[in-house]
């Protein structure tokens, strides 16, 4: 991560920004994601961060028109989101489902293998390794054969552990703290960034070591340079979920709302990079 700077604060302009969805029923949107064999984006909604029936999937086309609100629905409260060999799997608070692209259909759940774990984001590398944040519990999970394991437990640097990228060799964790973890050894690393962010949703890597960054606390998009420098894009009344960067258009896409006056969206933003 720590390598040369790509991107600084003077070269960081929004160059576009559209707003899709708005006004059709999104229900406090949480993560988005990409298709690229089928040519759509996924997004997450639901209330309660419980067991339930009221969460469901939306489905767009690439240019942002709506397709389906609700084109899976009796969900609990899905959350993050990752795509495998034409399967989307999805974090929804105490298990994980997996849903047919082509069909809409819920094809398989794991449940969580504490109670009350609080299953946040996930996160797939190319080994097919398949990671997910528990938040309540502090922990990584992973995918085991058929079985749903705790794979790390820190309370204190896995705090509220959240957003998740998994690489070949390394986890971005996001939580409380910012953290690598080595794969092969466990070893956490504290990410320190300047000024100091915490309490960390989205994760992306964008290019030469760097990174777009969403929070929850004080809600806010931010770019994290290689070398630990953070430059905030965007803040205002409205907070920002999970988020994904497309590198060919250098548009970042992330849910979007305002819980006082109930107006739900998904943000494309596109950015400027040298």
């Known amino acids: 991560m720590y390598a040369q700077s790509y991107l600084q604060a003077q070269d960081a302009p929004i160059l576009a920004s559209e707003k899709w969805g708005k006004g059709i029923g999104l229900q406090q949107p949480e993560s988005i994601i990409f298709d690229t064999k089928n040519g759509c984006f996924y997004v997450s909604n639901g209330k309660k961060f419980a067991p339930g029936t009221d969460g469901f999937l939306s489905k767009f086309d690439?240019?942002?028109?709506?397709?389906?609100?609700?084109w899976v629905d009796s969900l609990s409260r899905p959350t993050g989101m990752a795509l495998h060999k034409d399967q989307l799997w999805v974090a929804d608070v105490n298990?994980?489902?997996?849903?047919?692209?082509?069909?809409?259909?819920?094809?398989?759940?794991?449940?969580e293998p504490v109670k009350n774990s609080g299953?946040?984001?996930?996160?797939?590398?190319?080994?097919?390794?398949?990671?997910?944040?528990?938040?309540?519990?502090?922990?990584?999970?992973?995918m085991e054969g058929e079985e749903l394991i705790v794979w790390l437990?820190?309370?204190?640097?896995?705090?509220?552990?959240?957003?998740?990228?998994?690489?070949?060799?390394?986890l971005l964790?996001?939580?409380?703290?910012?953290?690598?973890?080595?794969?092969?050894?466990?070893?956490?690393?504290?990410?320190?960034t300047s000024p100091?962010?915490?309490?960390?949703?989205?994760?992306?890597?964008?290019?030469?070591g760097g990174h777009l960054l969403s929070t929850v606390e004080n809600?806010?998009?931010?770019?994290?340079?290689?070398?630990?420098?953070?430059?905030?894009?965007?803040?205002?009344?409205?907070?920002?979920g999970d988020l994904q960067f497309m590198t060919a258009t250098s548009t970042v896409y992330v849910p979007r709302g305002n819980h006082k006056n109930g107006i739900y969206?998904?943000?494309?933003?596109?950015?400027?990079?040298?």
């Open 62 to 70: 690439k240019n942002g028109s709506l397709v389906q609100l609700k």
């Open 95 to 111: 298990a994980l489902k997996v849903v047919d692209t082509s069909s809409g259909k819920v094809l398989k759940t794991y449940p």
């Open 119 to 142: 299953l946040n984001d996930i996160s797939i590398n190319t080994k097919g390794e398949l990671f997910v944040t528990a938040s309540f519990t502090h922990s990584v999970l992973k």
């Open 153 to 170: 437990q820190d309370e204190t640097a896995l705090e509220w552990a959240n957003g998740i990228y998994a690489q070949d060799n390394q």
């Open 173 to 192: 964790v996001g939580g409380t703290h910012l953290s690598i973890i080595d794969l092969s050894t466990k070893q956490i690393l504290q990410l320190k």
């Open 196 to 208: 100091p962010i915490k309490d960390f949703d989205g994760l992306w890597p964008t290019y030469n």
């Open 219 to 240: 809600s806010a998009l931010w770019y994290l340079d290689a070398d630990g420098k953070a430059t905030q894009l965007v803040k205002d009344d409205f907070y920002l």
């Open 265 to 274: 969206f998904v943000a494309a933003f596109e950015l400027k990079f040298p």
